[in-house]
């Protein structure tokens, strides 16, 4: 709490102990006082007023005890239902906006340009979780030092990526692209895959390079989600990841395609079961979003991806010229990385489901020794896998619920006194 | 000046408030709040309290020095120093410094002791927390506590009115933010660990009523090591508030001067 280079309030030296709250280890000013405090004896005044005392405060005490699971709740004082009105899940569909505004700061923690604005995001993102989640559970064990690399390592080609593109703002021209670009990309994909089968591997090279080449250079910021789309269900992000994952895909189908007219059904049957490998993969990573794991495609991935296509198809050129009969054997390198993609999306998913499970159960097991367990868990805000729990039962009140006058009231005061 | 030479038998003799601290907590109860239950009360628990006295001056005779008042008076006294006392570092701001609120609530938790059953230190805890939750009591202890000194710590080159600014934004903290009044306490704790020193001697061990952050845990819906990361989380948003509250003065201050 200190503050660095920090001086005292009062440049002047003017300040009393009292004045800045600094209180001695014994708190006995003096004799005088220490002997009224300290006297033992009760008068008639003292014992009325002690033996009608417990008649006001009983109730009030035995509410206490009950509230905090010290005493068997007495019947009058049965406490509300609390997680009726903390039922999370219905409070974040009734709170469209508070999510709508969640996913915008992930959204800009995740990618945008500058990094006081990437921070303040997450800061303010962080908060924001920390406030819906009334039961914030703290003293989770940090992601390992593997993990923390690689997330360097994928931030950096993140920040690579971004440099490359020259839409940075959301202009008409953007907006106009955005919807475009994916289908355009897919297409692309789709002409290199019909001329690698087709035997024309110079052409299908030039084809790919363009297409890896636009998909960097002109990636647009992130979609907005309209009124619309949110109307029909449209979500634009799932639509690139179609587009791009199958482009991918496409091309693989149109190397093996090509493979399999050149004379060799082994290397063909391994390129076509990675691409249908990696596809599955990343639908699967996908789909995890259903469930409440919101996993990022890993830019490694994308970069891996984009070199290993474009080369492998590059290095299949330069060797074959016309035919992919002759193409060398670095060809199946684009399969292997995509193969190796596929494998460490699924570890991840994985990963994250065993941890979200590993909470799951330790709150579950929480449970069934007091019933202290928060209303959600935040497994880590910067994965931010949000994870809800609704509890049959009802417990105390983490801090006074001021909306619905179960505690007392705080109010604004100064130092001086006024309010 | 005659100097008293104690010898060995009576340097193994404590002040008899230290030494009825070997009854039973349930029998220094009875000796306390005996002449505050109603007659009818009385009639019922005489048997228990003239056990609880016979056993007293025993205890009294054997390990004390001699006695300048009656026992319940020296039990009392002992509920003073192990529950009162310890507790005004913490509740203090919250009555302005004085105990005889505390000393009610120990009495009447004494009381409920014998007739209810409930364990006196249970009740007197509740009785605490009750007082602590109070809206005005709590207003009074934020108000002492706004005066913490390293709160009110500041860069040298701060000006007079970016000084105001943050002072006022630290009252409104301190009194609006959701960890009071747990923050406040175990704050109140800290700074008094003698107490907690004296208190862990084997006679009182387990008849302190300190209000311990563990003992705070219950009432605020927590188990105890979610309260103390929960707290220690608390303290850090504090600090980077007022970290990041600098940042913007200062940069307010340097924005203005690049405009001038």
């Known amino acids: 709490m200190d503050l660095t280079h920090a001086t005292p309030a009062h440049p002047d030296g003017t300040e009393t102990v009292e004045s800045i709250g600094a209180q001695p280890d014994d708190p006995l000013p003096d004799a005088h006082a220490w002997r009224r405090q300290a006297d033992p004896r009760l008068d008639a005044g003292d014992v009325a007023r002690l033996r009608a005392a417990p008649r006001q405060s009983r109730d009030h005490v035995a509410h206490r005890l009950a509230a905090a699971g010290l005493v068997p709740e007495p019947e009058a004082a049965s406490a509300p239902d609390l997680d009726a009105r903390r039922d999370l899940d219905a409070a974040l569909e009734a709170d469209v906006d508070t999510l709508q505004r969640i996913d915008e700061l992930h959204a800009r923690r995740m990618r945008s340009a500058s990094p006081r604005e990437r921070q303040h995001a997450t800061t303010v993102l962080a908060e924001a979780l920390h406030r819906i989640v009334d039961g914030y559970q703290v003293g989770d064990p940090p992601p390992s030092r593997l993990v923390r690399w690689l997330r360097g390592v994928d931030d950096r080609v993140r920040r690579a990526y971004a440099r490359l593109t020259v839409f940075d703002d959301h202009t008409p021209v953007v907006a106009w692209w955005e919807p475009v670009s994916r289908w355009v990309l897919l297409a692309l994909a789709a002409c290199a895959a019909v001329m690698l089968a087709g035997g024309h591997v110079v052409e299908a090279t030039v084809v790919v390079a363009a297409r890896v080449t636009l998909a960097a250079v002109t990636a647009p910021p992130a979609p907005s989600a309209t009124t619309w789309r949110r109307l029909i269900g449209y979500n634009p992000d799932w639509a690139s990841s179609v587009c791009s994952h199958s482009g991918d895909a496409l091309v693989l189908a149109g190397l093996s395609a090509g493979l399999h007219a050149g004379g060799r059904p082994l290397w063909a049957a391994l390129t076509m079961g990675a691409a249908l490998f990696g596809l599955l993969a990343t639908v699967s990573r996908i789909a995890a979003r259903e469930q409440g794991l919101r996993l990022p495609r890993l830019w490694i991935e994308r970069a891996a991806k984009d070199l290993a296509l474009t080369g492998a198809v590059a290095a299949a050129a330069v060797a074959a010229g016309h035919g992919l009969g002759s193409a060398s054997p670095f060809m199946l390198v684009a399969p292997a990385v995509v193969a190796a993609v596929g494998v460490a999306e699924l570890v991840r998913t994985a990963y994250y489901a065993r941890r979200r499970r590993h909470l799951l159960s330790r709150a579950a097991s929480a449970g069934g020794t007091g019933g202290l367990v928060p209303n959600a868990i935040v497994v880590s805000t910067g994965d931010a896998i949000v994870v809800n729990l609704r509890r049959p039962g009802s417990r105390a009140p983490i801090f006074p619920d001021h909306r619905e006058a179960a505690g007392p009231q705080l109010r604004l005061i100064r130092s001086d006194g006024s309010r | ?260």
């Not at chain 2, 009639?43 to 319940?72: F, K």
């Not at chain 2, 310890?86 to 505390?102: H, M």
């Not at chain 2, 939750?133 to 860069?155: G, Q, S, T």
Request: charged residues 30%.
């Open chain 2, 1 to 260: 000046m005659a100097v008293d030479t104690p010898t060995r038998r009576q340097t193994e003799r404590v002040a008899p408030e230290l030494a009825v601290a070997k009854l039973e907590l349930r029998d220094i109860a009875l000796l306390a709040a005996y002449e505050i239950l109603t007659e009818a009360e009385q009639r019922t628990y005489r048997v228990h309290y003239r056990r609880a006295l016979a056993a007293g001056e025993r205890i009294v005779d054997e390990h004390a020095t001699t006695p300048d008042r009656p026992l319940p008076e020296i039990a009392r006294l002992f509920f003073s120093f192990t529950w009162v006392f310890p507790n005004l570092g913490l509740a203090g701001p919250f009555f302005a410094g004085e105990s005889g609120p505390l000393k009610d609530a120990v009495l009447l938790a004494a009381r409920e002791a014998i007739v209810l059953g409930v364990p006196a230190r249970l009740d007197f805890h509740a009785r605490l927390w009750d007082h602590i939750c109070d809206p005005d009591r709590r207003a009074e202890a934020a108000r002492f506590y706004v005066r913490h000194k390293p709160l009110h710590a500041f860069p040298p080159s701060a000006e007079r009115e970016a000084v105001e600014r943050y002072c006022g934004r630290i009252d409104a903290l301190m009194a609006t933010a959701e960890c009071v009044p747990a923050l406040l306490a175990t704050w109140a704790i800290e700074r008094n660990p003698d107490r907690l020193r004296d208190l862990s001697r084997n006679d009182v061990k387990h008849k302190h009523g300190l209000f311990e952050q563990r003992h705070m845990a219950p009432f605020l819906g927590m188990a105890p090591n979610t309260l103390a990361q929960s707290l220690k989380r608390l303290r850090v948003r504090f600090g980077e508030e007022m970290r990041l509250l600098w940042q913007i003065e200062r940069t307010d201050d340097y924005d203005g001067k690049q405009e001038r």
